[in-house]
């Protein structure tokens, strides 16, 4: 069966601290990626989704920056943390096609100091 | 790509009543449209989906209805309980766009 790991659960940074977090999928080949942001009591903003290796779409011009090195690994980065980027982190794959379902990780709440 | 819109934002019902929570999509293009459920601290959890060549699907006591024409689907809880009180989501296109979300309480 499919699984999706985020790391860490939860992360506090100071401003202008870097970041990395990352999300990997188990048991599946060729997902499509997705990062969403929510910020407290809010709804989910797609950040960014990769459709293969090195294939990265960015919805939102911001300071955070996404990676796809391997096919099941996907890794959201910035170089200098602001406050607004406090939020809850969430990951999520999916197959495309006649699948379609998409399935969440267990996100990454971040809190910039 | 996809707009979603999504309403109501707040919803409060009593125990054993029914829901409806209802989106509205802008791509045609779109055919997959999934419900998800989020409870306090948690991501999303899928609860109900739809595909375009179905008009309703119906899983106990939660329903989703498709109408491509109008590019709207909804939701319906019935007979609701307490512990279907969190934040509900649709989404929609390629991309997965989600709607602003509904928070649904269901009062004992």
């Known amino acids: 069966s499919q699984t999706i790991h985020q790391w860490p659960a939860t992360l506090v940074q100071p401003v202008g601290s870097p970041l990395s977090l990352e999300c990997t999928v188990e048991?599946?080949?060729?997902?499509?990626l997705y990062w969403y942001r929510q910020a407290a009591g809010r709804g989910l903003q797609l950040l960014f989704y990769s459709v293969g290796i090195g294939q990265i779409s960015s919805e939102v011009p911001q300071n955070l920056s996404a990676s796809r090195p391997q096919d099941r690994q996907f890794i959201l980065s910035s170089k200098k943390l602001l406050l607004s980027d406090s939020g809850f982190y969430l990951c999520a794959w999916r197959l495309g096609g006649d699948t379609d379902t998409q399935y969440f990780g267990p996100g990454t709440r971040l809190t910039v100091l | 790509g996809e707009n979603v819109e999504q309403h109501p934002s707040t919803l409060s019902v009593q125990e054993g009543d029914s829901a409806v929570i209802k989106c509205t999509y802008s791509d045609s293009a779109s055919n997959y449209f999934p419900w998800y459920k989020q409870e306090l601290g948690k991501g999303p959890q899928l609860i109900i989906d739809i595909r375009s060549n179905v008009g309703e699907k119906k899983d106990q006591r939660i329903a989703v209805t498709l109408n491509k024409t109008a590019k709207h689907f909804s939701l319906h809880i019935t007979e609701t309980q307490p512990e279907d009180s969190a934040v509900y989501f649709c989404?929609?296109?390629?991309?997965?766009?989600f709607g602003a979300g509904t928070r649904l309480t269901v009062k004992p």
């Open positions: 989404a929609a296109g390629d991309d997965m766009r």
């Open positions: 048991g599946t080949s060729n997902p499509n």
